[in-house]
């Protein structure tokens, strides 16, 4: 069964950090492009960051630029979000999605991917 699974959300407060993981079961997360997209109430939902199949390269969004980072362990066939100097505005439900062979992730809308995740909650709050 194709599976993905994030978890490592929870309540922290502005300034704090947070690593959110993405585990696959399935499926050769290696050769998937991954990303990470969040939805917050009342507003659509938009993608975070994104790494390429064998992680060729990695995208932003300008408003976590400098305080993201997406990786990937490939012996635990997993993805990560290390989010920094988070801000009360990064509090939503983060989503992994991941879509096979394609290596220029910026490229990739959002209806591409073909699994996702069931999603877990940041809230950043004092």
């Known amino acids: 069964q194709l599976q993905l699974v994030e978890s490592g959300g929870g309540l922290v407060q502005p300034g704090g950090s947070l690593t959110l993981s993405c585990a696959a079961s399935g499926l050769i997360l290696e050769y998937y492009a991954v990303g990470w997209f969040r939805q917050a109430p009342g507003k659509e939902r938009e993608v975070v960051s994104c790494?390429?199949?064998?992680?060729?390269?990695?995208n932003y969004a300008d408003s976590v630029k400098g305080r993201f980072t997406i990786s990937r362990d490939n012996a635990k066939n997993t993805v990560y979000l290390q989010m920094n100097s988070l801000k009360p505005e990064d509090t939503a439900i983060y989503y992994c999605?991941?879509?096979?062979?394609?290596?220029?992730?910026?490229?990739?809308?959002?209806?591409?991917?073909?699994?996702w995740g069931q999603g877990t909650q940041v809230t950043v709050s004092s």
């Open positions: 790494i390429s199949t064998r992680g060729g390269s990695t």
């Open positions: 999605a991941a879509e096979p062979n394609y290596y220029y992730c910026a490229g990739l809308p959002t209806s591409e991917y073909d699994y």
